[in-house]
């Protein structure tokens, strides 16, 4: 197919959710953007409130930073932040938890998400919750993720850290230690697989993607010595995989595999609980990382950092992440794009 000259290139329009004011959310938008480059490649709308970013530009001592205030995404203009404000009025604390804040966040999802379900926006880039101020009638849930896989009605989604040179999945996700063992069976990891094989093809433009898949226990159960998760549930699934063609590999001990610097070997990794993937994940990505939810219809993408009260308002969070994570919603537009012509 001939490339058509004329045809504009696609520049998305890329929604970001305020996240917990009084975090340091606003501070690494407002840094992300400082470079006017990036309104090359996109288009901007923070659902929040002008009032936090002019608290946060004035906190900062950031001269060359404005953005225009709109009531709807659907009349933006180009080549500079846009904001629409979600409620009426708001106080910043820095630093505080308050109910307040935590009430705007869920008003910029849920006025985001509206937006992107009816096509004025082409993703949604979520700033850190604080996942206890957040929880109302309307959000119950332990983060982003479950809320957006239920809001756009998929059955399954994956928490896929994304960073340069190491992607995680896991198949538990925000659940206690606890309840591991009777999540885990050979369903869920099957799922999980697919929805990283199809991710990685889809969204990463990978033809013959290889995954290792992590064991459970210590050693990944030493022959059934530490556990048997490994010969019962994790082996037989993985062997399913390879019957089918797909380059499935495992279960290997954690310790060892990252010990090792196998990660580079792989253009996925399954992990079989929270902490074991987003611990090494965060050691080895943790300043330009992203939190992609993988197997939504729509695209979703976060910085692999949370709200860090401890550091809000004194000009020192790194906006690496959440530059990253403008730029993988992007990226992964394109590339469902190019994958549907």
Do not use: W
């Not at 399954?156 to 591991?180: D, K, N, P, Y």
């Not at 403008?326 to 394109?334: Q, R, S």
């Amino acid at each position: 197919m001939q490339e058509n000259k004329n045809e504009k290139p696609f520049i998305p329009t890329l929604g970001i959710t305020i996240g917990d004011m009084n975090g340091i959310g606003p501070e690494v938008i407002i840094k992300s953007v400082m470079n006017p480059k990036i309104f090359d490649l996109v288009n901007l709308v923070v659902y929040g409130h002008g009032k936090v970013l002019s608290h946060y530009k004035n906190l900062l001592g950031v001269d060359k930073f404005s953005f225009n205030q709109t009531n709807n995404a659907g009349q933006i203009r180009y080549n500079r932040l846009n904001v629409i404000n979600c409620v009426e009025d708001i106080e910043v604390n820095p630093g505080e938890e308050t109910k307040e804040a935590g009430a705007l966040a869920l008003a910029a999802i849920q006025k985001a998400t509206e937006d992107l379900k009816e096509g004025k926006i082409d993703a949604i880039v979520t700033a850190p919750i604080n996942k206890n101020n957040i929880q109302s009638d309307d959000f119950k849930f332990p983060g982003h993720t479950e809320y957006f896989t239920e809001a756009f009605g998929a059955h399954e989604s994956l928490m896929f850290l994304c960073g340069e040179r190491i992607r995680i999945g896991v198949a538990t996700g925000h659940i206690s230690i606890a309840q591991i063992k009777d999540r885990l069976n050979a369903d869920v990891i099957r799922k999980k697989l697919e929805l990283m094989l199809k991710s990685l093809k889809k969204d990463f433009n990978i033809g013959k993607p290889k995954i290792a898949v992590l064991g459970l226990n210590p050693h990944a159960g030493e022959d059934g010595l530490l556990g048997n998760e490994e010969i019962e549930i994790i082996q037989p699934v993985i062997n399913e995989f390879k019957e089918k063609g797909e380059l499935v590999f495992g279960p290997y001990p954690a310790d060892g595999f990252f010990g090792n610097s196998s990660q580079s070997k792989f253009d996925g990794i399954l992990a079989m609980y929270h902490d074991q993937g987003l611990i090494p994940f965060k050691t080895l990505a943790f300043e330009e990382g992203v939190n992609f939810t993988a197997g939504l219809s729509a695209v979703r993408t976060s910085p692999d950092h949370g709200t860090a009260y401890n550091i809000a308002g004194k000009g020192i969070a790194n906006e690496q992440s959440m530059r990253s994570a403008i730029y993988m919603a992007k990226d992964v537009l394109l590339a469902r794009r190019e994958n549907t012509h």
